[in-house]
Structures are given as C-alpha cells and as structure tokens.
C-alpha cells in the first residue's frame, strides 16, 4: 500500500508486486532515455535558409590587401572549417561528401568560379547556402575577405 509515495508493504506478494512494477520501470526507461537522447542530440540541419541573394552583395569590391600572413590565416581557417566538405585542395573531395549526400564544385578548376563576383563568394562564405554552413558566426568580415581571395587561389594556374 502506498500513500503518497511511502509504500508499507502488508505482505510478500504487495512488496514483490511493487519490486516488479519498479522493474518493469527501469526496464522501459533503459528503452526510452536512448532513444530521447539520440533525438535530443541529433545533428541539426544546417540552419540556411535560402534567402535570395541581395543585388548589392554582388556589387561588393573585396577591401582587404592579402599579405602571406592573411593568406596562412585562411588556409588554416579553410582546413578547419571548409575542407571537410569541399577537399584540402579545393577538388571538392572532402570527408563529408558521401555521408551528406553533397554534389560539389571543384574549386581547382579555372571555369568554377570564373563567373562569380568577390561579393557573391564573400555572401556565400559568410551566409552559407544550400547544405553548406555560415562562416558568418566564425570570422569576421575581413576574415571573409581574405577567405574569397584563397578559394580563387586553388584553382589550377
Ligand atoms: C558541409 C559542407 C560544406 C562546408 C563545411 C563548406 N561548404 Fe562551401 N559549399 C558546400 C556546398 C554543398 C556548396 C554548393 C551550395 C549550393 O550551390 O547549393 C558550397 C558552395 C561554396 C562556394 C560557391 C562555389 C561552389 O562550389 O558552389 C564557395 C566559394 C564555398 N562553398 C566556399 C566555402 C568556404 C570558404 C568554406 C569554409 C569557410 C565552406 N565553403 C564550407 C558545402 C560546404
């Protein structure tokens, strides 16, 4: 018998009644709290959403000079944060491409960006599109800058 929690167990059965009903508890919990933590740590889609391109983005005149130590900043930058998806050279061959189901560009090759403006990579970089992720958070504008001057300088001379 319980009253308000304190259970008094009369006899045997009643307190093997109450064991087996804590057991079939613990029981359900060891089924329910993986599954609820799987769920609750789940990756979250890249939130991107695709908002079209402002016209004046493309516009954007790159403001930053590259120097050597910009230059090493960005390659570290691009290994740890672009790599993984678009390959350490750029060839669009990283890690995640198969478990994402990702279709890339290869960046070594002249004709990829040929036809897109600083200020439309700098937008791409820093707000991310499609599966791709935002840099946005990461860097800071000049950070982006110097980032749209290293992605055009891995495609093939
Ligand atoms: C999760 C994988 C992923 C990561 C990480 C990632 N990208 Fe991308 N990137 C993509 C995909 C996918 C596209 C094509 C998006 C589209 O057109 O829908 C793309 C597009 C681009 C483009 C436009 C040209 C093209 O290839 O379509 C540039 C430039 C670019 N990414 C640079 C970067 C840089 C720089 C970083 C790191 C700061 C980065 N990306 C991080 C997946 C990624």
Avoid at 50 to 67: E, F, G, I, Q, Y
Avoid at 115 to 142: H, L, V, W
Wanted: aromatic fraction near 8%; charge should be negative; include cysteine.
């Amino acid at each position: 018998m319980c009253i308000s929690g304190v259970c008094a167990f009369y006899s045997i059965e009643e307190g093997i009644n109450f064991a087996r009903m804590i057991g079939v508890t613990m029981f359900k919990l060891l089924f329910v709290l993986p599954s609820a933590l799987f769920f609750a740590l789940m990756p979250q889609q890249p939130a991107t959403p695709d908002k079209p391109m402002p016209a004046d983005a493309a516009t954007l005149v790159n403001p930053v000079k590259s120097t050597p130590e910009s230059q090493a900043h960005a390659k570290t930058v691009y290994e740890m944060d672009c790599a993984m998806c678009h390959g350490t050279k750029g060839n669009g061959k990283g890690d995640l491409v198969a478990d994402m189901h990702l279709t890339m560009k290869d960046l070594t090759d002249p004709a990829t960006l040929k036809d897109m403006s600083d200020g439309q990579i700098f937008y791409i970089i820093k707000n991310g599109k499609g599966q791709m992720p935002a840099e946005g958070d990461r860097s800071k504008d000049d950070g982006i800058w110097n980032m749209v001057i290293y992605v055009r300088s891995l495609e093939k001379k």
